[in-house]
Each structure stands twice: as C-alpha cells, then as structure tokens.
C-alpha cells in the first residue's frame, strides 16, 4: 500500500463514460429552453460543476429564475431517459476498484451529481456500499468548494496528505488543492491533460489501469527507502 489510505473519485468522465451523454442532455435543454446553443468544448468546461453552477457558468447573463428551473427539469430528465441503459464504465475501472480495496484503501466519491442520480447507478452497478462515503453536489458545496473532501477526510479518519482526489476536470483539481490533498489528472474525460496540468496535479493517466500501476510503484519506492 502507498504513503495513500484514501482514494477519491470523481464520477463522470472518471469512472464511467458518460461525457457525450452530459453534453447532449446540455444541449436539449438549452433548445427546449430557448436558449442559444453552445459549443461541445464550453459544455465539456463545466462539467464537474454542480448543475445550478454550470448553468451560471454558460449563461451568466440569465437571471429568469422560473426558466433556470426549467432547463435543470428538462435536463435532468433527458439524462435519465439516456441512462435507460446505464452508461458504461471506463475499462479497467471495476477490477482496479477491487483491487484498491482488496490492497486496503479507502474509497470515497466526490461528484457534481445529484444524490438520487449518484445512488440510482450505484444501484444499477450493484454498488450500494461498495465506497466507503460518497458526496454530492445537492448535499454539500459545488466544486471547487474543498468542502466535500474536508466530509470524506473527516468521515474516513485521514489527513489531507493521505488522501488523493482522482478527476477529470480542472475543479476536481482545484478542489483537491484547496483542500490540501494531492491529485491526479485523467486524460480521458471531459477536459484536455494541457488544461489539467495547469493545476500541477501530482500525476497523470491515460488509462484508469495506470493509476494502480503508479499506486504500487510509489509502495515500492516506499520499501526501498525504508531499507536504506
């Protein structure tokens, strides 16, 4: 086991493939809404956020309260109609699970879902108390707010250092750092690794396998340094 004892996970675009879906439920929301569209990459740029906060962030300039309302409504609507079939998670994320909690970590979920959205696909996944605390968006503060991480440090025992947030967008990285705790970049979910890297993360991955193999390596540099 490394210098680690809590693993932190993002949800979307970090364990499960659900980025094309979040981004086509923004855009039938904001047509039914009648608003203007905006493009992939801006949509790609607020997920992580909790929803109120990501509308703020793509229409700062609305303040119609009734139509905020309504574009979460049909946006969380739509996105479930797509979740008939839940989406998939990365390759190599449900072995690699295992295995951490196999090796003795901790694990913990830090998400801009919703909790009925969170506890509904962990439900399909056959996850209901496979993590050892989950938060979410509609019970704590938004990301980049460390607020979630301080619940998951205080529910788990742990100190920042021991503790490593794992997500795909620049708030998860922001979040971890004000909350001081190491974190790791993902390279394959909503956001570019050269906007990631602005946030110095302490590494970064391709694949989800990646991150057990740099887990054990800092175990094995560990050892070494014990036995010098």
Avoid at 107 to 128: F, H, I, N, P, S
Wanted: some cysteine.
């Amino acid at each position: 086991m490394s210098e680690y004892r809590v693993l932190i996970f993002d949800w979307d675009g970090t364990l499960v493939d659900s980025i094309g879906r979040i981004v086509e439920s923004i855009h039938v929301a904001a047509q039914n809404c009648g608003l203007p569209q905006v493009d992939d990459a801006s949509v790609k740029g607020i997920i992580g956020l909790a929803l109120p906060e990501a509308i703020g962030v793509l229409y700062p300039d609305q303040a119609d309260v009734a139509l905020i309302e309504d574009f979460r409504h049909c946006y969380s609507e739509y996105y479930l109609s797509l979740e008939t079939q839940p989406s998939a998670l990365y390759p190599g994320v449900a072995k690699a699970l295992s295995e951490f909690r196999d090796a003795g970590y901790m694990l913990a979920v830090a998400t801009g879902k919703g909790r009925r959205g969170l506890d509904r696909v962990l439900a399909g996944q056959g996850w209901e108390g496979f993590f050892d605390i989950t938060r979410c968006s509609d019970e704590t503060a938004s990301k980049p707010d460390p607020l979630m991480i301080h619940q998951i440090l205080s529910h788990c025992g742990a100190r920042p250092e021991q503790a490593l947030m794992v997500g795909d967008s620049v708030f998860d990285l922001q979040m971890a750092h004000r909350a001081g705790v190491d974190g790791v970049a993902v390279a394959y979910g909503a956001q570019p690794l050269h906007i990631l890297q602005q946030c110095k993360p302490r590494t970064a991955i391709n694949h989800f396998s990646e991150l057990g193999d740099w887990l054990r390596s800092l175990a094995v540099s560990e050892v070494n340094a014990n036995v010098g």
